[in-house]
């Protein structure tokens, strides 16, 4: 059985940090594209950024030099690295997963972040 839980959000001042875990059980991180989405309230739920199967990373253009994807296969944990967040950050924040063969999508249950000025 898949899962994905994500942790690590909180309440962060504008410009602070925060790291997200995605710890997944039921799949290898390299046979599936791993991705974050956040949903802010009365927002669609938008996509953060991703990383391949291979590990190739793209990022939506308003986090780009500020999110960091990265993956410990070992530990089958994918990560959001976040750096000088603005209050715009502000959503609840998602771990998503499709295999690269079957194409089922898991989504985890999210992690609340909260960025004041």
């Known amino acids: 059985q898949v899962r994905l839980m994500e942790s690590g959000g909180g309440l962060v001042q504008a410009g602070g940090s925060l790291r997200l875990s995605c710890a997944a059980s039921?799949?290898?991180?390299?046979?599936?594209?791993l991705a974050w989405y956040r949903q802010a309230p009365g927002s669609e739920r938008e996509w953060v950024g991703s990383i391949t199967s291979s590990g190739s990373v793209n990022y939506r253009d308003s986090v780009k030099d500020r999110f960091t994807i990265t993956r410990d296969n070992a530990q089958s944990t994918l990560y959001l690295h976040m750096n000088n967040l603005k209050t715009e950050d502000t959503a609840v924040y998602y771990c998503?997963?499709?295999?690269?063969?079957?194409?089922?999508?898991?989504w985890g249950q999210g992690t609340q972040v909260t960025v004041s000025s």
């Open positions: 998503w997963t499709q295999n690269v063969d079957t194409l089922v999508i898991y």
């Open positions: 039921g799949i290898s991180l390299t046979q599936n594209y």
